[in-house]
């Protein structure tokens, strides 16, 4: 979706400031958020994919003004109303609602630790040949898919140089949406910063964006 | 779009996440407390990885990849060539593993990593990403004027230096290997991993001696 979360090129952001001796976190509000992330993105129905979209699909007004946990936990919540898992009186009360079963976590104290490394391996060997090989020149689709996608608006349209081959992996477009892994080979592609961002950039100077083959075209 | 936002938040808070509104607070102990009384999560569980997150994992298990890859050829052949497998050889990794890649930085080439559409971060080598990478600021300008982000970390770069930016729009995770600085050929992997700071694994800083 071109939301306000494709930020890449956007002006009026001021500078970065880094801030000196930062904490892991700033409350510990913050710490439960994510752990409480993690272990729903055990449940079936709870995936990477959609939990992004989640986050891209609050209003614009909040996407700007909240803290990245803020984003999180909002949009953990907008998920599991949608999905079902709770009701928004349940909530609100803070308690579960009469006569509903309660569930055994998949993730326990005894195997958290798949939990706390980084998401497993999205690589998924479906035997496809690649249409594209290191060194090919592509464009990137001038496409507008209202769903989730990972084609940043700041390269459709543009030519870049396929980079290197990563192999099928899990497409978000499609995963966002629980339509499937439809996974796809997965490329690094080189746009030089001229392309991009016109003449006045340094001829040397490239952005390199891992794209699914369906972003693609030969060029 | 959905239409089942239920937003109550406050807007004291500032956008640098220093100012911590007490009303999300208690709204995320209502819903931790409710997810435990459904089952859905354990509480024991949470409290792990909490920890993990404060106290396990963090940029200092990166610093001994590059501090490996400094002092032992092999490891950084095998590094450049499988990021992923290179770097369980150190330990960071069970069974799960990131699609890791790492860009070596070179006197006529500095890599910067972003991710323009959220906040992907090499968590495994990394740790969580501090407030600046999750920017606006960082992630809108990053692609586009990446020598004056590199500015503002006090970084200027000549013309003669290719700058790459890696937008981290997949599954794949970046690490960048920063130069081994001058002054530091007696130096152990311990000494040199105790150098290697969280921004130059990022790309917004070079190592520097001590």
């Known amino acids: ?219 | 779009m959905s239409g089942e936002h239920h937003h109550d938040h406050d807007h004291d808070h500032d956008h640098g996440g220093q100012d911590i509104p007490s009303a999300t607070a208690l709204r995320v102990k209502a819903l931790e407390s409710l997810l435990v009384e459904k089952g859905l999560i354990d509480p024991a569980a949470l409290d792990a990885i909490v920890d993990a997150y404060e106290t396990k994992i963090g940029p200092r298990n990166g610093a001994r990849v590059v501090a490996r890859a400094w002092t032992d050829p092999a490891y950084k052949a095998r590094l450049m060539q499988d990021a992923s497998s290179a770097i369980s050889e150190i330990g960071f990794t069970g069974s799960e593993r990131p699609h890791m890649i790492v860009v070596e930085n070179t006197p006529g080439t500095h890599n910067l990593v972003v991710c323009t559409l959220c906040s992907c971060y090499p968590w495994l080598v990394l740790g969580l990403p501090p407030v600046w990478y999750k920017s606006t600021a960082y992630r809108s300008r990053a692609v586009i004027d990446p020598r004056g982000v590199l500015n503002d970390f006090g970084l200027t770069l000549g013309d003669d230096v290719a700058v790459r930016v890696w937008d981290s729009t997949a599954e794949t995770r970046y690490l960048v290997l920063p130069e081994r600085p001058e002054g530091t050929e007696g130096m152990d992997e311990e000494a040199l991993a105790a150098l290697v700071t969280r921004d130059s694994m990022v790309g917004v800083a070079k190592v520097v001696a001590p």
Not at chain 1, 14 to 23: F, I, K, S, T
Request: hydrophobic share 35%; no cysteine.
């Open chain 1, 1 to 219: 979706m071109n939301g306000v979360h494709d930020l890449g090129g956007m002006h009026g952001f001021g500078p970065v400031r880094p801030e000196a001796n930062e904490p892991v976190f700033h409350a510990p509000w913050e710490g439960r958020v994510i752990a409480m992330r993690r272990l729903m993105g055990a449940w079936p129905g709870y995936n990477i994919d959609a939990g992004r979209h989640a986050i891209e699909r609050l209003p614009p007004v909040d996407y700007l003004g909240f803290t990245y946990y803020q984003k999180w936990f909002q949009s953990l919540i907008d998920q599991m109303i949608a999905s079902g898992t709770i009701t928004p009186q349940e909530l609100t009360s803070g308690r579960n609602a009469a006569g509903v079963p309660v569930a055994t976590p998949p993730i326990t104290i005894a195997n958290v630790a798949k939990s706390i490394a980084p998401v497993g391996s999205f690589q998924r060997d479906t035997g496809a040949n690649p249409r594209f090989t290191a060194g090919d020149t592509v464009r990137a689709r001038n496409i507008h898919p209202e769903g989730h996608t990972r084609l940043p608006r700041y390269v459709r349209g543009h030519i870049g140089t396929i980079e290197r081959d990563h192999g099928a992996h899990v497409l978000p477009d499609s995963n966002a949406h629980h339509q499937g892994e439809a996974p796809q080979t997965l490329y690094t592609v080189r746009f030089a910063a001229r392309e991009l961002w016109g003449s006045a950039r340094n001829e040397a100077d490239a952005v390199y964006l891992d794209l699914w083959e369906s972003y693609l075209d030969p060029a």
